[in-house]
Structures are given as C-alpha cells and as structure tokens.
C-alpha cells in the first residue's frame, strides 16, 4: 500500500478529562512511516445549528459571551447534541431557548466538521423557516448570557466582512444558506 493510504496504529489512548460537554484524550499512533508520536484530541457529542429567517427574510442570531475567548460572538443558535438525540431535534429545542421562535419548516444545510485538527466535533446545520414567535420569552439556560438579533443577510455579511466577532460555525452555515437566501 502506498505511504499515506494506510492509516496510522493506535498504539495507547488515555483519557484526561471527563467532561459535561466533551472529553480530552491523548493518543499516542505509530504513522504508515514507522514514527510515533503522540496526539491530542477533544471529543464532542457534535452540535446542531439553526439559521433561522423570519417572514420578511431577516435572520434569527444570538450575541452570546464566550468565556473561551473573552467577548461576545455573534452565532446562529445552535447546541451540544445530548446522548441519543437527533441533531435537528437538537436545535429545534436550542432555537426556543434561546431566541423565542419556534420553526415549522426545516431543511438540512449540510454538516461540517469544526476543528479536525484538534476536536472530533461535528457540526449539523439546518435552515428553519415559517417562523413563529413564542408568547413567552427565550429561557435561557442559568449559564448563558444572550441577546437575541435580527439581521439582514446583508447586514451579516458586511459585520462579518468588516471583522464583527462571529463564531465559525455560523458563517459556514451562513455560506451553505445563500442560495436559499435570495
């Protein structure tokens, strides 16, 4: 087999944090060419996205603090797929919490992956249309602190464009909805 199609052998794996969210493992692999060496990984549950779009074409985000980088980001609503749940029953759930609308019509976008070079982290986005407003307000989870936004696609990219703090997930959602967009 030529060098790059095999894959490489686990040799050992440790374990060394269980987390609520995702797990961090080391792994140390022998390559296709004979050297060892070790690797670290986070492993993740994956997560569902929603780019919601209201009646008049604006859409649904969230202005979310992130403690990881400090500062708020601007994201498409989205959470952590729980064991044995569906991804879009995921963010259909995430939606309510955390904007106050509920979708009735939802197409697949696609799935991604976030970080390869360091998480297993899946991502599945999904476009939800015909979109209600709840009578009662978002219930955030204790730990969050969001603001719900409305934009324009247009707006969205030009604070993306003009370097506005916004997660990478949600402009590969926002990439993957344009022709739905317009």
């Known amino acids: ?6 894959l490489p052998q686990l040799l050992k794996q440790r374990l ?14 022998r390559l296709p060419n004979k050297s060892e060496g070790e690797w670290e990984c986070i492993r993740h549950p994956g997560g569902a996205l929603a780019l919601p779009v209201t009646s008049d074409g604006k859409l649904v985000l969230v202005r979310q603090y992130r403690f990881a980088v400090q500062g708020r980001l601007l994201e498409f609503p989205a959470g952590t797929v729980e064991l044995n749940e569906d991804p879009l029953g995921t963010v259909q759930r995430e939606i309510e919490e955390e904007t106050g609308y509920r979708a009735h019509k939802w197409d697949k976008l696609g ?5 390869p070079g360091y998480s297993d982290e899946i991502i599945y986005a999904f476009l939800a249309r015909d979109l209600e407003k709840l009578e009662t307000p978002p219930q955030h989870d204790e730990d969050e602190d969001i603001e719900t936004i409305l934009l324009t696609p247009q707006e969205l990219e030009k604070a993306i464009l003009e370097g506005e703090p916004v997660d990478a997930k949600s402009i590969a ?9 317009s």
């Open 111 to 115: 799935e991604f992956f976030l970080a």
């Open 173 to 181: 959602s926002f990439f993957l909805a344009r022709s739905f967009l």
């Open 16 to 29: 060394f944090h269980k987390g609520r969210k995702f797990n961090f493992e080391v792994n140390r692999l």
């Open 1 to 6: 087999m030529p060098l790059g199609r095999e």
